[in-house]
């Protein structure tokens, strides 16, 4: 059995990291707040943009517009969004565990590179092939310094114009969706090309179209990329401090029952050498009486 010197260092170093995972937990609740809100005020923009899309898109060829053009899927961008911290359980790993399923099956025969918005995924691919800056600058995932929509849709530029020359044939986003504080789904978006709108209208809405639909859809395209991506990582922001808070809930709790623990040791070793103690005097004493 350890020392009660040992055992009072652990409880007091236990104690010390329980603090700090509670004040963790509570810095994520705070940032989570302000990071569900964000998302909740997007999502219905980014609906009602898809759903205009669709029904100026309903009656249009697929392939029509220029982000719209099938090809044989050669060279592939994965848009990885991690975050720039750890601490946040599986949140990191369990999207580059996709993107480790997705280069050794649908895209095993094509040459992908992964673009990170997120330094966990950049750290992860940094020293492989699959690393990819060009034309975001050496580090694109500052983006969460200061995640606004102007500095978002400036990458979706980017992707979509190195896709109009061809570079890309396909381009997919892989994020942490935000359903709630204890649970993120881990989504595997296309991107571009735009898929066709399956099953015509989602609307019976008679708009005016002016000057016409295919102009309208040009202009509606890259605004609704822009805003796809920029969801994406609102979802992502808030997945994150949603994980951190639940590791660092969970962290503390255990950090708890772990001190319990050790003060039950502590306890029953502290009696084993009073016991000791007192076991010696009676020895002595006896000894001495002999």
């Known amino acids: 059995m350890a020392n009660l ?20 937990k509570m810095v994520s609740a705070a940032k989570l707040k302000r990071a569900q809100d964000a998302v909740t005020r997007m999502r219905p923009y980014s609906v009602k943009l898809q759903e205009i899309l669709a029904n100026v898109s309903s009656t249009l060829d697929g392939n029509e ?29 369990n999207i580059i565990k996709e993107i480790r399923t997705s280069l050794r099956g649908e895209y095993a025969n094509a040459n992908v590179k992964i673009l990170s918005l997120g330094k966990k995924a950049g750290d992860a691919y940094r020293k492989t092939s699959h690393y990819f800056t060009d034309g975001f600058g050496e580090n694109p995932h500052t983006i969460f310094d200061a995640l606004t929509f102007d500095n978002a849709s400036k990458i979706a530029q980017t992707i979509m114009d190195q896709f ?45 179209y002016e000057p016409n639909k295919e102009q309208i859809l040009e202009d509606l395209i890259p605004r ?59 020895a002595g004493a006896d000894a001495l009486k002999g």
């Open 224 to 282: 609704s990329l822009k805003v796809q991506l920029f969801k994406a990582l609102l979802d992502s922001n808030a997945s994150e401090h949603g994980a951190r808070m639940t590791a660092m809930h969970k962290a503390t709790d255990n950090a708890g029952a772990l001190v319990k623990e050790l003060k039950i040791t502590y306890n029953k070793a502290r009696q084993a050498s009073i016991t000791n103690e007192i076991l010696e005097i009676v």
């Open 65 to 93: 517009g220029k982000f719209s053009q099938q090809r044989d899927v050669k060279n592939v961008l994965i848009v990885a969004i991690t975050s720039n911290r750890g601490l946040c359980g599986g949140f990191n790993n």
């Open 164 to 208: 109009e020359q061809g570079k890309w044939d396909k381009v997919v986003i892989v994020y942490n969706s935000f359903k709630n504080a204890a649970v993120q789904m881990v989504q595997n978006e296309q991107f571009l090309p735009v898929k066709p709108i399956e099953g015509g209208s989602t609307s019976k809405v008679d708009y005016i």
């Open 5 to 24: 010197k040992e055992i009072r260092l652990r409880i007091t170093s236990v104690n010390s990291t329980m603090q700090i995972t509670s004040a963790m």
